[in-house]
């Protein structure tokens, strides 16, 4: 079945670092794919999506490509900030289903 | 604003007590999902339901059921509340195909 692998963590970062989680994914056709983000104390709430292969997804400084080949949606920010910290997921969508990997914890410091 | 609400944010029950989380969503939105959350594991499906009275298992189904008789609802029961349900409970809703998924604030189970 379908199922996304994120990178492990805990994560820690200086501010201004540049983050990278590593998410892959297995399906069959051709999924959506997003990264969801769940800030402490709060509900998820959608970061960014693609839809196809080769698309660029962006939202506050955050970027994603869906790629095809490698079976990757990578999330990257240039120079995070505190605020940046909270726990990340990738997530897949294919038919009516809608997939989460295990969360990677991002904790920024000042 | 869109709003998915679970009806309780906290509950403690006893094992085996049969146990009702609801979801509310005033979208008008065609899917809607339960999972569990649970430290180093993410988001487990457990059920969800593309449409009234439709329902399909998810990854994690075994001591669930679910009902979703109106479009705005959809309850997750625990037929027999065991210790190993203790967990975070999400709830969410959006429209059919590739759109954001909406989630509830969760409800924190404690089995005991």
């Known amino acids: 079945g379908d199922s996304v692998t994120q990178m492990e963590g805990p994560v820690t970062l200086s501010e201004e670092a540049f983050l990278t989680i590593n998410c892959t994914y297995t399906?069959?056709?051709?999924?959506?794919l997003f990264w969801y983000v769940q800030y402490p104390g709060e509900g998820l709430q959608l970061l960014l999506k693609?839809?196809?292969?080769?698309d660029k997804g962006s939202n506050k400084g955050f970027e994603a490509t869906y790629r095809k080949e490698t079976t990757s949606f990578h999330l990257e920010k240039g120079s995070v900030q505190v605020s940046d910290s909270a726990v990340y997921f990738c997530a897949l969508s294919n038919d009516y289903k809608l997939s989460f990997g295990a969360g990677t914890t991002v904790t920024v410091r000042a | 604003d869109v709003k998915v609400t679970q009806s309780s944010r906290y509950l403690v029950k006893r094992t085996g007590e049969k146990v009702f989380l609801e979801c509310v969503q005033d979208?008008?939105?065609?899917?809607m999902f339960w999972y569990r959350q649970d430290p180093g594991l993410g988001l487990r499906l457990i059920y969800f339901?593309?449409?009234?009275?439709?329902?399909e298992k998810g990854d994690i189904p075994e001591g669930y059921s679910v009902s979703r008789e109106k479009k705005e609802r959809f309850s997750l029961i625990l037929e027999s509340a065991s210790t190993n349900q203790t967990s975070m409970y999400l709830c969410?809703?959006?429209?059919?195909?590739?759109?954001?998924?909406?989630f509830g604030q969760g409800t924190r189970l404690t089995v005991v």
């Open positions: 339901s593309y449409d009234v009275k439709m329902k």
């Open positions: 399906a069959t056709g051709y999924p959506s």
């Open positions: 969410a809703s959006r429209t059919t195909g590739t759109t954001e998924a909406f």
């Open positions: 693609a839809t196809k292969a080769d």
């Open positions: 979208m008008d939105h065609e899917n």
